[in-house]
């Protein structure tokens, strides 16, 4: 499962895997962003907040995870993972030669300055709520 909110003002997913991932997680996930994609083209970044690496619930749910990326990555400028755990590191490291956006490790809890990276230099227009 993924706990998940989008922060329209600022384009920013915030993404938190409680347990195995399943393939439902990341439709959610798509009909969320999908609308804001559209609207502003794309997200200024996605956060992922992560202590230790939760997996994946089946083998769906895996290649649910794979289409989700390949069907949105270019709509985003940058990736913030947020662990201390060393096999996402590992993951997150194999991502960045994938995905065309930018994609950079932050120890757990630091969240804040994650955002903050997200940020600077983003050229995406914020929403006005």
Known sequence: MIDYNLDAAHSILY????SALAAEDFVKIAEAVDPHIEATGGLAGVIIEVPTFTGWESFGALVAHF????DHHKYVSKVAVVTDSTLVKLI????????????RQFPWGETEVATQWILAGSTLPLVVS
């Not at 993404?15 to 409680?18: A, E, K, N, V």
């Not at 289409?67 to 390949?70: F, K, N, S, Y």
């Open 15 to 18: 993404m938190q895997p409680t």
């Open 67 to 70: 289409r989700l990326i390949r």
């Open 92 to 103: 997150e490291s194999l991502a960045s030669h994938f995905v065309s956006a930018e994609v």
